[in-house]
């Protein structure tokens, strides 16, 4: 199984950005599924999760209200729009899956960078 993230840039703060994460390999239908984030000389954090369904997301208090996590299960896909960014927000993202609901994720995509200028 792969994963691989699309979609990072540099983007002015208040702006918008849509991440795209596609699933190779397996039918992304197995997978529950999230968006993590690195900043420089941070630790990653949990950014968004979606269930393999698509009814149930959850996020990160950060993320509440600006960013939004949905899934194209046909086009094995997996998006994060990004609104009012702000440059707290620059970091790596990382998509990540995982087959159990209660378990830890599985396989990890490289990361696409995002950087939100001030």
């Known amino acids: 199984v792969q994963l691989q993230a699309f979609g990072g840039g540099l983007v002015q703060a208040g702006g918008s950005l849509t991440l795209s994460c596609v699933v190779s390999?397996?039918?992304?239908?197995?997978?529950?599924m999230g968006w993590f984030r690195q900043a420089p000389g941070k630790e990653r954090e949990f950014v968004a999760f979606?269930?393999?369904?698509?009814?149930?997301?959850s996020y990160a208090d950060s993320a509440k209200g600006r960013f939004t996590i949905s899934r194209d299960n046909a086009k094995n896909t997996l998006y994060l729009q990004m609104n009012s960014l702000k440059p707290d927000d620059t970091a790596v993202y990382h998509c990540?899956?995982?087959?159990?609901?209660?378990?830890?994720?599985?396989?990890w995509g490289q990361g696409t960078l995002v950087t939100v200028s001030s």
């Open positions: 990540a899956s995982k087959t159990i609901l209660w378990g830890g994720y599985n396989y």
């Open positions: 390999g397996r039918t992304s239908r197995d997978f529950h």
């Open positions: 979606i269930n393999r369904g698509g009814s149930s997301t």
